[in-house]
């Protein structure tokens, strides 16, 4: 369950700082009852960060798949091994 904290408790950095490294998922912050901000560690955010741009070369590759941009590997290597006789 996400943790959801006001922002007048940001105050506290030090008490901030060690939440956000012990949790194990961005924490919500709000202002006047409505959702303001979202924290994280920095490890969490590179992680998050590697985690979408991994996604993004996954969709980049299903597109050059599906626009017969892509040759498959095996039958390139043997059009390859054809024409060097190997």
Not at 12 to 33: M, Q, R
Not at 47 to 55: E, Q
Not at 67 to 79: E, F, P, T, V, W
Request: proline letters at 3%.
């Amino acid at each position: 369950m996400p943790q959801i904290i006001p922002i007048k408790d940001l105050k506290n950095t030090a008490d901030i700082s060690e939440l956000v490294h012990a949790a194990e998922e961005p924490i919500y912050i709000t202002k006047n009852g409505y959702g303001d901000m979202v924290i994280m560690s920095v490890e969490m955010y590179e992680s998050t960060m590697k985690r979408l741009n991994m996604y993004r070369e996954l969709e980049l590759s299903e597109r050059e798949i599906e626009s017969g941009k892509i040759k498959d590997a095996r039958q390139s290597l043997g059009n390859l091994r054809e024409k060097s006789e190997i």
